[in-house]
Nanobody, 125 residues
Framework: QVQFVESGGGLVQPGGSLRLSCAAS????????IRWFRQAPGKEREGVSC????????SYADSVKGRFTISMDNAKNTVYLQMNSLKPEDTAIYYC??????????????????WGQGTQVTVSS
C-alpha cells in the first residue's frame, strides 16, 4: 500500500523558517516527479514546487522562488521543502503528491496520486 505522510508544519512568525517532510512508503520516489501543493482557505490549490525523480531537477512557483528549496533523500524515501523568509500569505495546508506519469518536472503535471493528509503552515505574528 502506497502512503505519503507530510509533517513539519506549525506556527511561525513572518521571516521565520520551517522544513516540511513528505515521507513515502510503498514506492520509490526516484521513479516519479514529486510535487508540493498548498491550499489556503477560500483559495484554489496552488502548485508550489516540483522535484524530478529522474535527475533531481526542480522548479518553483514564482511566489516562492528564492525562498523555498525542495530536495529528495532517496535513502529515506523522503522529499523535503525548506521554507525560509516566510510570509503571512504562505499560510495554507501543504500537501505532497506523486506525478505517476512524469519522472521529470514540467510546466504541467500529469496524473497526481498518493496525496498525503497535509500539514498546516501558519505564518503570523
Amino acid at each position: 500500500q502506497v502512503q505519503f505522510v507530510e509533517s513539519g508544519g506549525g506556527l511561525v512568525q513572518p521571516g521565520g523558517s520551517l522544513r516540511l517532510s513528505c515521507a513515502a512508503s510503498g514506492l520509490f520516489l526516484d521513479y516519479y516527479s514529486i510535487r508540493w501543493f498548498r491550499q489556503a482557505p477560500g483559495k484554489e490549490r496552488e502548485g508550489v514546487s516540483c522535484i524530478s525523480g529522474g535527475d533531481g531537477s526542480s522548479s518553483y512557483a514564482d511566489s516562492v522562488k528564492g525562498r523555498f528549496t525542495i530536495s529528495m533523500d532517496n535513502a529515506k524515501n523522503t522529499v523535503y521543502l525548506q521554507m525560509n523568509s516566510l510570509k503571512p500569505e504562505d499560510t495554507a495546508i501543504y500537501y505532497c503528491a506523486a506525478d505517476i506519469e512524469k519522472r521529470f518536472c514540467s510546466r504541467n503535471w500529469g496524473t497526481l496520486a498518493y496525496w498525503g493528509q497535509g500539514t498546516q503552515v501558519t505564518v503570523s505574528s
